[in-house]
């Protein structure tokens, strides 16, 4: 099953692509989408880079599988 | 200072082929206008009725124009015109075409300065002096605005907006990722060993020999010629008819003679867009040459990046994973820096294979000079961290360094996950003959070392973020009736020797002698357009066009010799040394300027025409071959001083068939002085955005007489994807060189240095820290 990002519907096989999409696009629909499940979208990009690990991209993942549901 | 190829010898694949031009010792074709002054640069280019224009600059980094009254100006005797950004269109330029919300810099800006330097209006006057004074008489009221100068400060939530609607002032990010890296970083937790390391590399001048500079002629016909220095006449074609609303058609670019450009040149500049403007509001030719100030202030620069880098290997060496991050400071525009951003990230991974990699880069607005591409675009940062942190871990770990790189290192038929296919591969014999070299040094004595990096590079970049219709590169042969070729190419030479390199491969494709071909370039108006000279992509690109071209109009010319000579269809014609002959009986045969003319007359009385092109398809994300190479350098320091003595740089290097050995010695000269001057004396230092060396006596570049004796081991593989198995030779040896100085610093001293330029007096420093710690 492929993952459709939320906002742009673009497919990818992993919910982690749909993640480093949303992340690589951040554009404002993209940003917004973000802010709309509760988190700020430049706050993850900085926790990505200041903290080791890879914990705002399984934090983008979970909530993109979240989503699938509720994409048409 | 000497440099000399010490072997050639056939790794990879083994071709019998005997060329008769290629890997030949051939001296520039241009050499001879250059040493005797006859070559026309744009400072020499003068037009009747021309207007010389001077460039009025932002004293603050970050401000908002209230208003702008040039009023005194224009009535001083002399001045004819004053431009500002209400004289244009007010386009937001970039070379990013194909994402426009990276084309942020309008070059005389309407609202706001983001820099100390930033262009804010522009004089036309008589003479350059009438110019320059009249700047003074030019009123600006500024609203000065709070600045940020250092990316980790820019991205704080309470930091002033550079770009309004840019959060945080982070202008591009960019991720990478292959294999599990979690997984392999916690089987290195278990039974293996882990080193994180922080960075800082710094920011340094481009240093053309030529300074910024073009002579712009608007005429009522509404056409534009400019003379420019420029790396690229195409891009320059294109990004003016955008910022000036014409066709490009309308406009010519012309670059005969280039005085370097490593990166800083294919962007559109003030002096070529201010000029052009003022050419435009008074229909007068009007010239612009930068100061080696301006140049310094505002030409961009290389990006200085803050690293951080997390590496997993087995306790035998073996590599498991990488993780990285990179803060960039980007300055005040997007420029090229964005992919320097990109590449640094992924040559960070270079020359070794990983189960799992992780890059995040963040590009970040500064109200500091913008920065952007410079000579290994990214990766002689990358190379700084990660070939030091290697050499560490092999330390630490009591490894050989050289078995550690062999066992990890790229390999023929390589493919990194996702973003390239390695085909041609010399590393592990860069690896040896590295090795080999610096063990029969034997001992050098106290406080010197040999330290060692190895690196790689791309040759040309596959990405089309300009957007541009055309092939990446193209060519056309022309053959005419005495026998000489004209061969019209759009790949920009700038003094790497690149008409000469084409020629070459002409004459070698044709079986003519390089003295038959003419190269025509560096004018629109005759050259097929080309994205230019960067990214090291014009042996392998614009080679592979002019082959092409030379064997469409050689397969003509034979067509008529097997009509000519009645052959058994079975035989196979060739052309050599401008002898037409079978090939299975070469002494068969007759002279090519003889067959020339039947030809030519048999086409009635046309000439032979051939056309090549070349655009990458099938080659991953990145570039469509890769060279490789080791390097070693012996330094001496001095304890009490931290003075550094360079001794000597040794390279192995693999670049494929070299085409030209006496241009690869240049490259690798002037590489290694480029990146010895990135790794111990070149910086910017600014205190308040404001760049305090601006001068040749205060920025420090590696003088003739520090410059070490530089030697090379030609590593010679064979590139399918390149021209003769060419591939990349120049721009990817400055990647090793930072890394291989703080190698030699760490073997000599025991210091391990983070921070570039590794300057006397950090290396002081390091040492009374050392002792401080030894002592407790």
Same mark, same amino acid.
């Given at each position: 099953m492929n993952y459709k990002c939320p906002v742009c519907k673009k497919e990818w096989p992993t919910s982690l692509q749909v993640a480093r999409h949303i992340f690589g696009t951040g554009d404002k629909p993209h940003r917004e989408w973000v802010g709309s499940k509760g988190y700020s979208y430049i706050d993850l990009l900085l926790e990505q880079v200041s903290a080791p690990g890879n914990k705002s991209y399984e934090i983008m993942s979970k909530l993109v599988e979240e989503e699938q549901d509720k994409i048409k | 200072m000497s440099t000399e190829i010490k072997e050639l010898k056939f790794t990879t694949f083994k071709t019998n082929i005997k060329y008769s031009v290629i890997n030949k010792r051939v001296h520039n074709i241009d050499g001879l206008a250059k040493v005797t002054g006859r070559a026309t640069y744009t400072f020499d280019v003068k037009l009747p009725n021309m207007l010389y224009g001077k460039i009025l600059r932002s004293p603050h980094p970050h401000a908002r124009i209230v208003n702008i009254d040039a009023s005194k100006a224009l009535a001083m005797p002399g001045v004819i015109a004053v431009a500002t950004g209400k004289d244009t269109p007010g386009v937001k330029q970039g070379i990013w075409r194909r994402y426009p919300e990276l084309c942020d810099e309008q070059i005389l800006p309407l609202e706001k300065v983001r820099y100390i330097g930033e262009p804010v209006a522009a004089v036309a006057a008589v003479t350059e002096e009438i110019a320059e004074k009249a700047l003074e008489l030019i009123d600006v009221e500024y609203e000065v605005l709070p600045p940020v100068f250092q990316p980790l400060d820019a991205i704080r939530k309470d930091a002033p907006i550079i770009h309004e609607g840019v959060e945080r002032n982070i202008n591009v990010t960019r991720h990478i990722e292959w294999g599990d890296v979690d997984d392999a970083f916690a089987e290195a937790e278990k039974d293996g060993y882990i080193r994180e390391d922080w960075f800082r590399t710094s920011s340094q001048h481009h240093m053309c020999m030529e300074t910024r500079a073009a002579v712009s002629s608007f005429t009522p016909d509404g056409k534009l010629t400019v003379y420019c220095s420029t790396q690229s006449p195409y891009y320059m074609q294109a990004l003016l008819a955008g910022v000036l609303d014409m066709r490009e058609g309308d406009i010519r670019v012309i670059a005969h003679y280039v005085g370097g450009g490593f990166?800083?040149?294919?962007?559109?500049?003030?002096?070529?867009?201010?000029?052009?403007?003022?050419?435009?509001?008074?229909?007068?030719?009007?010239?612009?040459?930068?100061?080696r100030e301006e140049d310094f202030i505002a030409s961009k620069r290389r990006t200085p990046m803050h690293y951080y880098i997390r590496t997993a290997m087995k306790k035998d060496g073996t590599f498991l994973a990488r993780e990285v991050r990179?803060?960039?400071?980007?300055?005040?525009?997007?420029?090229?820096?964005?992919?320097?951003?990109?590449?640094t990230g992924f040559f960070c991974s270079f020359p070794y294979k990983w189960r799992g990699y992780r890059y995040d880069g963040y590009r970040v607005y500064t109200n500091t000079l913008p920065s952007t591409a410079m000579r290994g675009f990214g990766a002689p940062q990358a190379m700084f961290c990660s070939e030091q942190q290697i050499e560490w871990m092999c330390a630490d770990l009591g490894l050989d360094p050289y078995e550690v790189r062999r066992k990890n290192a790229h390999t023929e038929c390589y493919e990194v996950p996702g973003q390239a296919y390695i085909q041609s591969c010399g590393m592990t014999q860069c690896i040896d003959k590295i090795e080999a070299w610096a063990k029969s040094k034997g001992n050098l004595g106290p406080n010197r070392a040999i330290g060692v990096s190895a690196a790689g590079f791309m040759s040309g970049g596959i990405f089309n973020w300009f957007d541009t219709p055309y092939s990446f590169s193209s060519a056309v042969v022309v053959i005419n009736y005495d026998g000489k070729v004209d061969l019209y190419v759009g790949c920009q030479e700038?003094?790497?020797?690149?008409?000469?390199?084409?020629?070459? &491969?002409?004459?070698?494709?044709? =079986?003519? @002698?390089? %003295? #038959?071909?003419?190269?025509?370039?560096?004018?629109?108006?005759?050259?097929?357009?080309?994205?230019?000279?960067?990214?090291?992509?014009?042996?392998?690109?614009?080679?592979?066009?002019?082959?092409?071209?030379?064997?469409?109009?050689?397969?003509?010319?034979?067509?008529?010799?097997?009509?000519?000579?009645?052959?058994?269809?079975?035989?196979?014609?060739?052309?050599?040394?401008?002898?037409?002959?079978? &090939?299975?009986?070469?002494?068969? =045969?007759? @002279?090519? %300027? #003889?067959?020339?003319?039947?030809?030519?007359?048999?086409?009635?009385?046309?000439?032979?025409?051939?056309?090549?092109?070349?655009t990458p398809h099938r080659k991953g994300m990145i570039s469509p071959a890769y060279s490789y190479m080791m390097q070693a350098v012996d330094a001496e320091i001095d304890p009490e001083t931290g003075k550094i003595t360079l001794h000597e740089v040794m390279t192995a290097h693999d670049c494929g068939q070299p085409i030209n050995p006496l241009g690869l010695i240049g490259q690798l000269e002037g590489a290694a002085s480029m990146a010895l001057g990135f790794g111990y004396l070149e910086d910017q230092p600014m205190d308040e955005g404001k760049i305090l060396n601006p001068n040749l006596v205060d920025y420090k570049v590696i003088r003739a007489t520090e410059m070490p004796k530089t030697d090379m081991i030609e590593i010679d593989t064979y590139e399918a994807e390149g021209p003769y198995g060419a591939k990349e030779a120049g721009e990817g040896l400055t990647n090793p060189t930072a890394a291989a100085l703080g190698n030699a610093i760490f073997h000599a001293l025991g210091l391990q240095m983070k921070e570039l330029p590794i300057t006397s007096e950090k290396i002081v420093n390091a040492l009374k820290e050392k002792k401080e710690k030894q002592g407790k």
């Open positions: - | 990166g800083g040149k294919f962007e559109l500049d003030a002096a070529i867009f201010c000029s052009a403007v003022l050419s435009k509001k008074t229909f007068r030719p009007v010239k612009i040459v930068f100061t990179v803060f960039t400071n980007g300055g005040a525009y997007t420029g090229m820096g964005a992919t320097a951003l990109y590449l700038i003094g790497q020797g690149s008409n000469t390199t084409m020629a070459i &491969i002409c004459a070698e494709t044709l =079986g003519v @002698k390089i %003295e #038959d071909i003419n190269v025509y370039s560096g004018d629109t108006a005759h050259s097929p357009a080309d994205l230019g000279a960067w990214g090291s992509r014009q042996t392998l690109m614009a080679g592979n066009a002019v082959k092409m071209a030379a064997e469409d109009a050689k397969r003509q010319l034979l067509e008529f010799a097997y009509a000519e000579m009645g052959l058994n269809i079975v035989y196979d014609l060739d052309i050599k040394d401008r002898w037409v002959h079978v &090939i299975a009986r070469p002494e068969r =045969g007759m @002279k090519y %300027e #003889d067959l020339v003319k039947r030809a030519i007359r048999g086409k009635d009385g046309q000439r032979i025409i051939g056309r090549g092109y070349y």
